[in-house]
């Protein structure tokens, strides 16, 4: 069981809701107001927990589980012990994240500390939090059941939907959210971009006059960076996941689920697709096309625009299988060296 003092828990599921929250397919003749009370591992669980097995490394320590139920893909049907209920999934990391978010559910109490800082212009939805030492500034428009937690900064003109949350010491400016939009611990959103015009006189600053638009259920990660547009706007899609330490410069426009992993860097006016996703430190030069569905493995370089559904490696980035055959070129080279 997860520490109680960090998490709200939800007393109780029967196993039809559980069915229908996870998206899983239950046996047949099983006894559907059976009563499960959390989610634990294959080597802790209980009778009255549910588990989930979905990758090759556990499917022994699956075969000994106490768990009640378990989330598991069909092909793991015959390691599941008799007496555990299989919980078949065509996603059994999906269902196990739906299935542990309603029993450890995002809960928002509506308190407004009297040591927030609220312009009186600023426009709040029901059920906010707003934490002490915050700052929201005019103008700003809240959905409902918002989270801004201590010291972080909405900066004037702000609009955020419901059920977001901000993280402590975050700021948010210039900047035009949708709704479940989670805003990690000291990421700043809306700040300039990194905008100047180089001259034999020294750099001339260039005023950035865009905004960042964030569609709906969208994370940036702690100590990430988004500027706004210098002329338009930096756009991140609904449902993409940011990771921490990332940088996503002015007039980026990320599409769909797009999923960029800690301490990638996007140079200006980047254009991504759709599903694009980038492993840790990976680096995007200016002004790129990358198209939908690439995937870019960790700390590759590119610099130039990549096909819809390209998997490259490398830096300066190659596709997979060119990177491969460079790899086992040079290890044959340096045994002939020898």
């Keep these: 069981m997860a520490d109680t003092r960090f998490f709200h ?36 669980a209980t009778e009255n927990d549910i588990s989930w097995a979905f990758i090759p490394a556990v499917r022994e320590t699956l075969k000994k589980t106490k768990a009640g139920a378990v989330i598991v893909p069909e092909k793991f049907l015959e390691y599941v012990p008799n007496g555990v209920i299989a919980l078949i999934s065509q996603d059994a990391h999906r269902s196990y994240g739906l299935i542990a978010s309603a029993f450890y559910p995002r809960v928002v109490e509506g308190v407004i500390s009297p040591r927030a800082n609220i312009d009186e212009t600023a426009i709040l939805g029901e059920g906010c939090c707003v934490e002490a030492g915050a700052y929201i500034g005019k103008h700003v428009v809240l959905g409902n059941r918002c989270h801004i937690k201590a010291n972080a900064v909405i900066d004037d003109g702000v609009q955020m939907g419901d059920d977001c949350t901000v993280g402590a010491n975050a700021t948010v400016s210039h900047c035009i959210a949708g709704h479940k939009v989670y805003i990690y611990p000291g990421a700043h959103i809306g700040q300039d971009g990194f905008g100047f015009a180089m001259s034999a006189k020294g750099p001339v600053k260039v005023p950035q006059l865009g905004r960042v638009i964030i569609g709906d259920d969208v994370e940036i990660g702690s100590s990430t960076t988004v500027d706004r547009g210098a002329m338009g706007d930096t756009v991140i899609g609904s449902g993409s996941r940011i990771d921490n330490l990332v940088q996503v410069a002015h007039n980026v426009k990320l599409g769909r689920c797009c999923v960029m992993v800690s301490q990638v860097g996007i140079a200006g006016s980047c254009e991504f697709g759709d599903f694009v996703v980038a492993g840790g430190q990976v680096g995007f030069a200016g002004h790129l096309k990358i198209g939908t569905g690439a995937q870019i493995a960790a700390q590759s370089g590119l610099m130039e625009d990549v096909p819809a559904g390209s998997i490259l490696m490398g830096s300066p980035a190659v596709p997979r299988t060119e990177y491969m055959r460079q790899v086992i070129a040079l290890r044959q080279l340096s045994k002939k060296k020898k």
């Design 9 to 44: 828990k939800k007393e109780q599921l029967t196993l039809a809701e559980i069915a229908q929250i996870g998206e899983v397919t239950l046996p047949e003749g099983v006894d559907e107001t059976c009563i499960f009370t959390d989610v634990a591992a294959l080597d802790s």
